[in-house]
């Protein structure tokens, strides 16, 4: 059975992830993202198949210089997780958590799927921007989007 790593930041890029939850059974599957108060359910709804990397978000200059030390040990964090998962694949709804495992994904052979968020229908966000380059498989959920991103694949709403 080949092996998957879900992954996405909290919030919406999560909900859209868990979208794929179909896909679940048919793989031998991981899912990595955020911890927050409101994820830790998952430890207990998919027992011993989800990781947690830091929660990281800025909104002022301390939590940006904050936000650089988390995302350095999430880098760390990511590379470990993924030496002991080996995913075959990388599906992810995207921002700034997988960013880093897409990267460390790519260089070690993984195929990456990337789900633009269906929160922007008019501009590429920074993820996206980054994994675009490399991504096996890009999926937009927006036509208006394949402008910007023209060998996306339009996959429609995820929700």
């Not at 599957?29 to 990781?51: A, G, Q, R």
């Not at 830091?54 to 936000?67: N, P, S, V």
Request: proline share 3%.
């Amino acid at each position: 059975m080949k092996k998957v790593m879900f992954i996405s930041s909290t919030g919406g890029h999560l909900e859209e992830l868990l979208q794929l939850k179909k896909m679940f059974d048919k793989y031998d599957y991981y899912i990595v993202t955020e911890k927050t108060k409101s994820n830790l359910s998952l430890k207990e709804k998919y027992p011993k198949k989800v990781s947690f990397l830091m929660y990281g978000t800025y909104t002022t200059f301390i939590k940006k210089i904050t936000y650089i030390f988390k995302l350095i040990l999430n880098c760390i964090k990511s590379l470990f997780l993924y030496i002991k998962i080996r995913p075959k694949y990388i599906v992810t709804t995207g921002a700034h958590t997988a960013g880093p495992m897409c990267c460390i994904g790519k260089i070690f052979g993984s195929k990456i799927i990337f789900i633009e968020t269906f929160a922007n229908s008019k501009s590429k966000t920074r993820t996206g921007k980054l994994v675009y380059k490399f991504a096996d498989l890009f999926i937009i959920q927006w036509k208006e989007l394949q402008t910007q991103y023209p060998n996306a694949v339009y996959g429609g709403w995820i929700f």
